[in-house]
């Protein structure tokens, strides 16, 4: 099985050396065909933005005639122009008839009344476009005389106005009762059975036996079709070539994407293509009226896979959508990026990656064969001074880091050299370090231990009492008297509330020490916290005969950077201490002062105790210490209060030390940052 590892140092340094020179070669033919791919893509794109730039040119051409088409076919004068012979055809067939109608039954004497009704009724029954055309007639008054709405005949309608406040009807009386007797006007106005107006041209002329101004019109709207009709034919019938593709061709869409015309595919003439799809499950239909229509520019590309007309070839197509809003329709030209010559530019640079990667190839090998002959001489400088340094070695690993080895050149066996010497020294030192170490680990389990040693002997005690005081009232069955019991009770809770300080100071110890406790700083008044503090110790404090005194300025704002529960417990630890340690029945004081220094807030807490020797100074804020200062009134110390204190008012970047001399009390001083 081969082994790296148990080969001579000339194999290994063949095998590096053809391992890299591969690798190297691999690496440049990578990078090669990565350039000449990037290449590739850069003129791909290159050729598709100028042909995308030429078929924008196209369509901006087509839709500015279609647009201008439309609006010369729309104006006024040219659908007036367009539908004169028609309508005035229609009034004049109409008038004829009326007249000829009107001499019959004059000549029978029918009464005048009646004539006029069986013209009304003529004109109510005239129908043509398949019954949307119809007449109407008003007199010179402005009374509507026919109308296919009842609602509207005889009554006045010479003051109705269009939407754009036109009065229409006095001008078709107008017309009716000029010179000519005749004329086109528009306006906007329902047709049949529709709610809202559009807008229509009407051509009136004069009804001589009773002037009365009868006309006809159309609806600019029902012109549309044949004018749609004509724009897409003016549209399709426009073809160009681009690049190989010969005759590209335009193509509508409606909003529903039927094909109004295609000049490719005339087959889908009339059809729905809204589920078209190319190959890849692609709705470029619905892609396409969607850039058209929802697009803020109202236009862009889509991609999408498509056939050639004739032959059937399926391609890439890129295509060219306008949004026409006359029609809602979607405009459409592209081209096949096929035929972009795109193919031939990535034939020609896979030639020249296939040249470049062939030249690196015959260069590493050469340099291959140069590699081998120079390793031969390699390995004769190398072994000699590797074997010395072998050996030194070994001595190393054997523990005698003393050892040094000797080389005078400074090429790389000299750097292997000096930094074998260098690992000796720094194993001499880890090793040193390891031992000292190993000694913190012993004293801390010797603090392990004296943790567990005080919780113990300290719990031990006030368990005992509870439990033996308890077993007293149980045992008296009922006998004992009130003010027995309550005396128990009281020093059952005297035991527990010792039991509650251990147990709480232990845990804050550990929480400390474990970087447990989250300290959330802002500004707080340390005036307000001295206050409640200094009067929930009145009680304890009155019971020593002790007098609590407040030192501070009423009219200062005393506000501190800090977290406000460890304020409070970091205070609340001093007053105790000072009350606990002050001689009972003295009617000693204990003053608590207050004041603000250029950067902090001082709280001072100076009792008439017993004070603290030097010795006692020193050892103060350390954890589990017990001091020569005892409580004055029984009360119960677990020696870790002001290691507390100390480490609460570090988390808020504050100060706190003694000032004391024995026999004259002590002064504890606490500093917090101000406030910004």
Sequence with gaps: MFNFHNLSIFNKIIIIIGFVLSGYAVTQSLFVYLQVHEDFLTQKNNVIETKKAEITEKMNMVYELAKQMYYEETKISTIEKNYRAKLKGVIDTAISTLELEYQKLKQQGVEDSIIQEQLKDYLRKVRYDEGNGYLFANNTQGISISHPKPELENISILNLQDTNGKYFVQELVDIAKSPEGEGFTNYFWKKLDHEKPQLKVSYVKNFKPYHWGIGTGMYVEDSLPDLQMKIAKLITSYFYDMGKTKNNYFFILTEKAVEVLNGGFPELNGKSVWDLQDKEGHFFTREMIKMARDSKSKNGFVEYIWHRPMTYDKMTKITRVQWFEPFRWTIATGVYIEDLGIEEIYQELQQKTYRIIKKIALSGTAFLLIGIFMSMSLVRLLINPLISAKNAAEEIAKGNFSQEITYEAKDEVGQLVTTLNIMAKQLKSSFDKLNQQNQE????????????????????????????????????????????????????????????????????????????????????????????????????????????????????????????????????????????????????????????????????????????????????????????????????????GLFIVKKLVEAQQGLVWCESEVGKGAVFIVEFPQSK
């Design 441 to 640: 680990l012993i004293t801390l389990n010797q603090d392990k231990n004296e943790f567990l040693a005080i919780a113990a002997h300290d719990l031990k005690n006030p368990l005992s009492g509870i439990l033996g005081l308890s077993e007293n009232i149980v045992d008296s069955q009922g006998e004992m008297s009130s003010e027995d019991i309550l005396e128990y009770t009281q020093m059952i809770k005297d035991s527990a509330e010792r039991m509650f300080l251990l147990i709480t100071n232990l845990l804050d110890v550990n929480s400390l020490e474990s970087g447990k406790i989250t300290v959330h700083l802002k500004p707080v008044d340390i005036l307000d916290i001295l206050k409640k503090n200094l009067y929930s110790y009145q009680g304890r404090a009155k019971n020593k005969q002790l007098a609590l005194h407040l030192v501070a300025n009423e009219d200062n704002v005393y506000i501190a950077y800090a977290d406000k529960e460890l304020v409070h417990q970091i205070l609340d630890n001093l007053i105790s201490n000072a009350i606990k340690y002050s001689p009972a029945h003295s009617n000693k004081n204990i003053y608590v002062r207050i004041s603000e220094q250029s950067k902090t807030i001082r709280c001072e807490v100076e009792d008439e105790g017993q004070g603290l020797t030097p010795q006692d100074q020193k050892k103060l804020f350390s954890k589990f210490q017990r001091l020569s200062a005892k409580p004055t009134g029984g009360e119960h110390s677990t020696g870790l």
